[in-house]
């Protein structure tokens, strides 16, 4: 059930969106098995609450994504599974978009590929290239719906906050399309703002909002931005350590960033 690419690369780290509600685990579904670890959690550590997860699709591996920048990593779709691509196909059916009927994106490159020679990524603009996106990102917002409810849930009353990490990918964000930002579920163009519909779930459920990034300051003002707008708190980190002067002195600079900002702000480094 895991989250399969284009060529049919398995990813072990999460299982598959599209199994969400369907009890797959001995009769339990994945947000049943979540909702049970996070109460045994709560339960477990009352006085030590403070939890974050990070939103995403695993477009590029984990222990990846400290170096991927370096290698301008595009990341492949995770939608190639037969639970995913049983989702897409019905959605597309139900508009009449025969594009998708044989599944996902034909040309959409693989982990190494370069954008610029990708051929899906020149139709991201285009009626079948937005609808496949806003299906792929839509499918990650549920997912993140059906936990945030859970998480809700479950620590309702223990007084402490709630936070949810957006992914720090960065590496294409000055390109048109955000080419590494799609793959991983965020549907951040230069002309559609990805990270909004995000931070007003997480404002539903009451979530903070953490960046693993903080020293990229393009990414951070939008996602600042979208923070304000909701009215919640963004909290920033730095995933890798940054020894040099440049990210010594990216920190009062991120700092003076949010003070002038109306949502809270937490920095961890």
Not at 59 to 84: H, I, N, T, V
Not at 251 to 265: I, Q
Request: negative net charge; charged residues 20%.
């Amino acid at each position: 059930h895991a989250l399969t690419g284009r060529f049919g690369r398995r990813n072990m780290e999460y299982i598959s969106l599209g199994y969400d509600i369907l009890p797959v685990l001995h009769g339990r579904s994945p947000i049943q098995a979540y909702a049970d670890f996070m109460r045994n959690f709560r339960d477990t550590f009352r006085s030590f609450l403070g939890g974050i997860i990070t939103l995403r699709y695993p477009s590029c591996p984990s222990q990846k994504l400290g170096w991927a920048w370096r290698s301008r990593e595009l990341g492949e779709f995770q939608c190639y599974d037969k639970c995913m691509l049983a989702s897409l196909i019905v959605c597309a059916l139900e508009i009449e978009m025969r594009e998708w009927e044989n599944g996902g994106p034909v040309g959409a490159g693989n982990l190494m590929h370069n954008p610029e020679n990708t051929e899906f990524l020149f139709e991201v603009m285009t009626p079948c290239g937005e609808f496949f996106l806003e299906w792929y990102s839509r499918m990650l917002l549920q997912h993140g719906e059906r936990i945030c409810t859970e998480a809700e849930t479950n620590f309702r009353g223990t007084e402490v906050s709630t936070s949810s990490k957006v992914a720090g990918i960065y590496w294409h964000y000055n390109t048109p399309s955000h080419s590494s930002e799609l793959t991983a579920g965020y549907y951040n163009t230069s002309s559609r703002d990805g990270y909004l519909p995000i931070a007003q779930m997480f404002g539903r459920y009451g979530f903070t909002m953490c960046c693993s990034v903080v020293q990229k300051a393009f990414l951070i003002r939008q996602l600042l931005l979208a923070a304000r707008i909701c009215n919640i708190p963004l909290e920033g980190e730095n995933s890798s350590t940054g020894l040099d002067d440049e990210s010594f002195l990216q920190v009062p600079k991120t700092s003076k960033l949010y003070s002038a900002a109306n949502a809270g702000v937490v920095l961890v480094y």
